[in-house]
């Protein structure tokens, strides 16, 4: 399978503990986004990478919230100290370079319950 | 801040009958991309707009760009059950048209009785 994809597909944990989240892209897409997603909503975008640069963070993110996309290929998605409100689904996206069309393809999703 | 809205939020329909949902942006957007989310599952893009007035069909799908860039329309032709799940719209943040930041619509959930 060449899609995206993401690591763990769930996870529970207990309100005050850290988790990390990872993303595999499509290789050769350099560009990966993470966005959030509760019931009923649509995706909230979180951060966008560019190879490994993060050139856009959404100012609704918490300072408990990290993303690193080391070597332009993979990336991490880490929320630390979490919170009953960080429970949601956690999506990835990638595209691939320039072109006109801006197609992101998705991930499965990590599905975070923070109890 | 910018916003991008859906309408209906839900839709229930006949199989056979037409459905149309309407996304309308607070501000002009250089493109316009829709997707579909079934039940458990992760976005899928549909299409993307760009030029003013568009429309583009694939197969019983038309997909509409408003004249002003701030509208868009997604209409299915005799709906299947195969049709079901959550259309999304969304839009890119501010004028750069880069699509490094997408803001979505609440999505409009179609329900199709067999």
């Known amino acids: 399978d060449t899609g995206v994809s993401q690591d763990p597909r769930h996870k529970i944990t207990k309100r005050g503990q850290n988790v990390t989240f990872r993303c595999d892209p499509i290789?050769?897409?350099?560009?990966l986004y993470w966005y959030r997603q509760t019931l009923g909503q649509g995706p909230e975008f979180l951060t966008y990478?560019?190879?490994?640069?993060?050139?856009?963070k959404s100012r609704l993110l918490s300072d408990r919230f990290s993303a690193e996309r080391p070597k332009g290929s993979f990336s991490t998605l880490e929320i630390q100290r979490t919170e009953q409100g960080d429970s949601a689904m956690y999506l990835c996206?990638?595209?691939?370079?320039?072109?006109?069309?801006?197609?992101?393809?998705f991930g499965p999703g990590t599905r975070l319950t923070v109890l | 801040g910018q916003q991008v809205m859906q309408i209906p939020q839900y839709q229930h329909v006949q199989e056979g009958e037409d459905f149309t949902t309407y996304c309308n942006s607070s501000?002009?957007?250089?493109?316009i991309q829709w997707y579909k989310q079934r039940p458990g599952g992760h976005p899928v893009f549909l299409i993307q707009?760009?030029?003013s007035g568009e429309v583009k069909k694939q197969k019983r799908l038309t997909f509409q760009f408003g004249e002003a860039k701030k509208n868009s329309s997604l209409h299915i032709t005799a709906t299947q059950t195969t049709d079901v799940g959550t259309y999304f719209c969304?839009?890119?943040?501010?004028?750069?048209?880069?699509?490094?930041?997408?803001?979505w619509g609440l999505g409009t959930s179609l329900a199709v009785n067999p």
């Open positions: 996206a990638s595209s691939p370079p320039g072109g006109r069309l801006n197609e992101q393809f």
């Open positions: 290789s050769e897409h350099n560009r």
């Open positions: 990478f560019q190879n490994e640069a993060q050139l856009e």
């Open positions: 501000t002009t957007l250089s493109n």
């Open positions: 707009l760009v030029k």
């Open positions: 969304a839009g890119p943040v501010g004028d750069a048209g880069n699509n490094r930041k997408l803001i």
